[in-house]
Structure formats: structure tokens, C-alpha cells
């Protein structure tokens, strides 16, 4: 069974709506399999290394806070998906 990852906002009105159809809807539902999460997660990954490997004088004094908010922002991100 292959798992997706599924996306979305919550809409109140029709897809038929004229207002709705005709504006850009940047927060549309979509859904991810397992295959394009990883490539998405990877490339997020190696957008961080080429940014902390080129801007590491900026980002050092901060590496402390940076690092607490990824451990912060990655337990909280594991105990909503558990609780799911």
C-alpha cells in the first residue's frame, strides 16, 4: 500500500464558484506520494546545507537559537503526526 502525503486548505466555497475559479490559488489541496515527499524533503535539505555553507559568518552567532528551533519545530512536528 503506498501512503500519500495529503496537503489542503479548507474552502468554504464551490469550485464552482466564478470568484474562486478565476483568482490564483496558491493554497490549493494536492497530494504527495511517499516517492515526491522525499524529493521535496531532500531538496529542502540540500537548499540548508548551500545556504549555511555560503552564509556561515551570518548564521554562526545564531547557530544555538537555530538549532533549538529546529528541535522545537521537529518534536512538535512528530507529536502532531502521532497523535494522527
Given at each position: 500500500m503506498c501512503h500519500a502525503?495529503?496537503?489542503?486548505s479548507h474552502r468554504s466555497k464551490s469550485h464552482s464558484d466564478p470568484e474562486v475559479?478565476?483568482?490564483m490559488k496558491l493554497f490549493k489541496s494536492?497530494?504527495?506520494?511517499?516517492?515526491q515527499m522525499g524529493?521535496?524533503?531532500?531538496a529542502l535539505f540540500?537548499?540548508?546545507i548551500a545556504v549555511g555553507t555560503y552564509w556561515h559568518k551570518y548564521f554562526?552567532?545564531?547557530?544555538?537559537?537555530?538549532?533549538v528551533s529546529a528541535?522545537?519545530?521537529?518534536?512538535?512536528?512528530?507529536?502532531?503526526?502521532?497523535?494522527?
Open positions: 502525503w495529503t496537503v489542503g475559479t478565476s483568482t494536492y497530494t504527495l506520494t511517499w516517492q524529493i521535496f524533503k531532500l540540500c537548499a540548508g554562526r552567532k545564531d547557530l544555538v537559537w537555530l538549532v528541535v522545537v519545530a521537529s518534536v512538535y512536528t512528530s507529536y502532531v503526526t502521532l497523535r494522527q
